[in-house]
């Protein structure tokens, strides 16, 4: 029942049903913190992780993105120190979601720790989290870098170590090597890319001034419906100052009707930059 209110988003009910517990279970609690995190009430989720007697796996996980959630560096130094005397250090779910909270509050220094910390137990997750981490703060060559480590381990990548790789090419203009890299793992890793892997790709193109480029590559995998490559190539059309190009792009990406009113904002963003 417990579950099932909180679900459901009725977060009062949960709660009385939790406090009228005798012998209330971690499950019940952790349930409650999740529901309460997942609903944005992250001060409570806060106060009922404080008055919890015991803790899991998944209840410092659930405290964790409260903190990322709320960009909160100081509370959730405190909710690690306090998971790691509880003996999760070697928890990579933990850690994972550690390197992502640190990564959102500014501290890549911390999350660099956080990462090394596992050692041995790192998964596909972990890297993924800390080559991410480094792309998303400009930190390229050294996201690059962990990358190449990631191959001398062993570790088989994903879509989203791909999404990391090309956002850290973006970062600083490295189109070819994002070209190469986005073959790479398609061709010898056989991912498969989505529309995240497409669009940063096109945007890579876009910031390097290859706007037809964009537009062949747009329409040579089908993507005309996808706002992800509109949005990515409009953006490109501004950083260019290609103001003619801009008004036929936003005019193609209103004619295929995949969000009209986005690309009425996104036009009037543009037409302001140029």
């Keep these: 029942m417990l579950g099932a209110y ?3 988003g009725h977060l009062s ?4 049903i939790l406090e009228s517990l005798h012998h209330c279970d971690l499950i019940s609690w952790n349930a ?6 997942q609903a944005g ?4 989720a806060k106060v009922l992780f404080d008055t919890m007697p015991q803790r899991d796996i998944t209840t410092f996980v659930s405290a964790l993105q409260v903190c990322n959630s709320r960009m909160d560096l100081a509370q959730g130094k405190q909710i690690h120190a306090s998971a790691l005397d509880n003996g999760f250090d070697s928890s990579a779910h933990v850690c994972n979601t550690v390197i992502k909270m640190y990564s959102t509050c500014g501290s890549i220094p911390l999350a660099r720790q956080a990462f090394k910390s596992l050692s041995s137990s790192k998964d596909v997750v972990s890297w993924n989290c800390m080559i991410q981490a480094y792309a998303q703060h400009g930190y390229s060559q050294e996201a690059l870098e962990l990358h190449k480590e990631m191959q001398l381990e062993g570790i088989k990548p994903n879509e989203l170590t791909l999404l990391g790789i090309l956002s850290a090419c973006c970062h600083v203009g490295f189109v070819e090597l994002g070209h190469r890299y986005f073959g790479e793992f398609v061709l010898d890793h056989g991912i498969n890319p989505r529309q995240e892997q497409y669009g940063c790709l096109a945007d890579l193109l876009g910031r390097a001034g290859s706007l037809e480029t964009v537009e062949r590559f747009i329409k040579a995998v089908a993507c005309e419906k996808n706002s992800v490559f509109w949005k990515a190539y409009l953006g490109a059309c501004a950083t260019q100052s290609d103001a003619k190009r801009g008004r036929r792009v936003a005019g193609m990406a209103m004619a295929k009707k995949s969000d009209p009113a986005f690309y009425m ?10």
């Design 6 to 8: 909180a679900h459901s």
């Design 13 to 16: 009910e949960a709660r009385s």
């Design 32 to 37: 409650m913190i999740s529901a309460y995190a």
């Design 41 to 44: 009430h992250l001060d409570e």
């Design 265 to 274: 904002l996104a036009w009037k963003n543009l037409t302001v930059s140029i």
